[in-house]
Structures are given as C-alpha cells and as structure tokens.
T-cell receptor, first 115, second 113 residues
Framework: DAGVIQSPRHEVTEMGQEVTLRCKPISGHNSLFWYRQTMMRGLELLIYFNNNVPIDDSGMPEDRFSAKMPNASFSTLKIQPSEPRDSAVYFC?????????????FGSGTQLSVL | AQSVAQPEDQVNVAEGNPLTVKCTYS??????LFWYVQYPNRGLQFLLKYITGDNLVKGSYGFEAEFNKSQTSFHLKKPSALVSDSALYFCAVRDWGDYKLSFGAGTTVTVRA
C-alpha cells in the first residue's frame, strides 16, 4: 500500500497566483480530510469528504479556497488568488469509513510558500 | 464542542528515562482518543487509540496511554525513551457523535543521548 499521496511536496508561488494541491487517498478509503498546519494555529480541519461528497467545509477560510473530489481516488485543494498568509503545510488524510473509532492516514503534506 | 489541551510545548528527557506527554480533553459525550506522532517533513502517524474497555492502551513503538475519565486525561507514556522518539506528538479527540478529529497544539519531545 502506497499510503496517501500528495503532490507537490513543496510549492513556492507569488501572491495572486493560483495554487492547486493534489491528493490520492488510500484505495478503499471513503473519507477524506484536508488539514492545514501552521505554527500559530496548529492543525485545522479545512474540509471533509465522504464518498466523494463534501460534508463539511466550514473550516475553509475564505472563498479563495475550494476543494473537489471528482472520484474516489483523487482530490484537489485550490487557492485562487493566493496570499502570503496562506503559507502553511497542507495535509490530506483518509480513513476507511466514518466510524468514529477509525484512525486517519496522513500524506506527507505540501509545504506552501506564498511570497 | 470538543477540544484537546496539551499543556507542555516541549518535553526533554534523557535516553533510557521514562517519557510522559500530557493530554486533557473536553467532549460532550463519550470520547474517542488518539495519539499521533510527526517526524520532520513527514505526515502524522497513528500511535494508538482509546475507544472503550481497558483504560491502559498499548500502541506502536512501545508507547502506551492511560485513559482517566475522572481527570479527562489521556497521557502518553513510554517506560524507556529512545533518541529516535524525538518528534512532535499530537493528542486528538473525537466526540462519539462527531466525525471531526480535533487535535491539540502538539508537544515537541527531545530525547538526549
């Protein structure tokens, strides 16, 4: 099992540019989460998908952020336009189900730097 | 609402000594509790979880955690720390009626040789 795969590992962009982060969850997992990690705010849940459907996007900071999951094996998080305060590590995580005792499997993250 | 507190930003111990990382939680119902570890430039890795049953939970790499309902705590422990245990540790809680996993701020553990 290859685990949760995220790309790119690092992204450096200029303010105002569009950024797209990608995630491939573990095969057979039907729950997917996007988290953001910063020193100031720790780990924040941005959005949660179940069976490819967005269930809760209340953590998405602004309309500049959007996420999609067109199929069970792929999800994207897009920031348009990007701003310096978006600089953070973005993690994708998946789990087998919505059972409350299921653990999450995390990808290695995307380090985003917006200049 | 659910929340997690990790009162220590950093824990420093000598190799071979016992290691404890503290965690307290707040939930409205019954908690599902988790510990994760993050090594530099890596994603979080699952260590152990408490769902129900025995208050002492054993997990990966020799770690264990004790659930204390009266103190609403779930401290992570290792009897003899290794230098390779140096990492960032996160406690997380999920209320029985919620899918969201809320993480603590994290505790940086440094084990010196």
């Amino acid at each position: 099992d290859a685990g949760v795969i995220q790309s790119p590992r690092h992204e450096v962009t200029e303010m105002g540019q569009e950024v797209t982060l990608r995630c491939k969850p573990i095969s057979g997992h039907n729950s997917l989460f996007w988290y953001r990690q910063t020193m100031m705010r720790g780990l924040e849940l941005l959005i949660y998908f179940n069976n490819n459907v967005p269930i809760d996007d209340s953590g998405m900071p602004e309309d500049r952020f959007s996420a999609k999951m067109p199929n069970a094996s792929f999800s994207t998080l897009k920031i348009q336009p990007s701003e310096p305060r978006d600089s953070a590590v973005y993690f994708c995580a998946s789990s087998r189900s919505t059972e409350r005792n299921e653990k999450l499997f995390f990808g290695s993250g995307t380090q985003l730097s917006v200049l | 609402a659910q929340s997690v507190a990790q009162p220590e930003d950093q824990v420093n111990v000598a190799e071979g000594n016992p290691l404890t990382v503290k965690c307290t939680y707040s939930v409205s119902g019954n908690p599902y509790l988790f510990w994760y570890v993050q090594y530099p430039n890596r994603g979080l890795q699952f260590l152990l979880k408490y769902i129900t049953g025995d208050n002492l939970v054993k997990g990966s790499y020799g770690f264990e955690a004790e659930f204390n309902k009266s103190q609403t705590s779930f401290h992570l422990k290792k009897p003899s720390a290794l230098v390779s245990d140096s990492a960032l540790y996160f406690c997380a809680v999920r209320d029985w009626g919620d899918y969201k996993l809320s993480f603590g701020a994290g505790t940086t553990v440094t084990v010196r040789a």
